[in-house]
């Protein structure tokens, strides 16, 4: 039997059988498997927090049929707890999985610890919910091959002017800037790069005027739902909560 140790988070569970569970887990170094949990609801069971959503643990997995594994134990290393007591922090956390279950691969660990930091940010850290977001968007937009162009204007190549920001890849001067795009603010601009030039740890510890939040956060949520092409469905349920 082949059994493997990893640190993986739990992304998704659904229940089946009386006491059974299906796992979807973001292992490091194995990418997105699954994995089930047997005799979760019993009182005896060992697996009972581990099998939460959002759990991050260090999981023994038994390779079971096909491509899913058995897990056999875990060993918490955080829950987020203070996320699961607050339905707005939940239902961000969920748009954090699908985007992180996009980007994440056995070969790049960086979505999953980007995703790691941020919940830790949401669940211990006095931030702004929708600028957690916007880091955390734009962040995975880089890891995923879209870092955006901020120093001159995408179209002719200028560097001074720059007042727009364009879905296709970056920063518009005046002359070229069309009404379709967004606003981009010096503020905004200079935000962006920090976030594009840090490393996990240090994205959140950053400033930006209260006025400029709305905008960078609209930069952000417009950029990566052009570049995915697709609808978020925990997106559009978390926005009906702000
Ligand atoms: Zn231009």
Do not use: W
């Amino acid at each position: 039997m082949e059994c493997v140790k990893t640190r993986a988070i739990v992304a998704r569970r659904a229940n089946y059988a009386e006491s059974n569970c299906m796992l979807t887990l973001f292992a490091e170094g194995m990418g997105t498997v699954s994995a089930c949990v047997y005799g979760v609801n019993s009182k005896k069971s060992r697996m009972k927090t581990a099998s939460q959503p959002l759990c991050f643990a260090e999981f023994v997995l038994i390779k079971s049929k096909g491509d899913i594994y058995r897990a056999e134990s875990a060993e918490i290393i955080e829950t987020f707890y203070p996320i699961s007591e607050d339905l707005t922090k939940l239902a961000l956390a969920n748009y954090f999985l699908d985007v992180t279950g996009d980007a994440f691969s056995a070969e790049d660990a960086s979505p999953l610890i980007l995703l790691l930091n941020t919940l830790y940010a949401l669940s211990y850290k006095d931030v702004d919910i929708n600028l957690a977001k916007a880091v955390f968007e734009l962040k995975m937009m880089q890891y995923s091959g879209y870092e955006p162009n901020l120093e001159t204007c995408i179209k002719c190549g200028k560097d001074d002017g720059i007042s727009a920001f364009s879905v296709l890849g970056g920063a518009v001067c005046d002359s070229c800037k069309t009404p379709a795009m967004l606003p981009l603010s010096k503020d905004v601009s200079e935000a962006m790069k920090y976030i594009l030039n840090s490393d996990t740890k240090r994205l959140f510890s950053f400033k930006i005027a209260d006025s400029a939040v709305k905008s960078f956060a609209g930069i952000c949520e417009n950029y990566i739902l052009s570049k995915s092409d697709k609808r978020y469905k925990s997106l559009e349920y978390y926005k009906k909560l702000i």
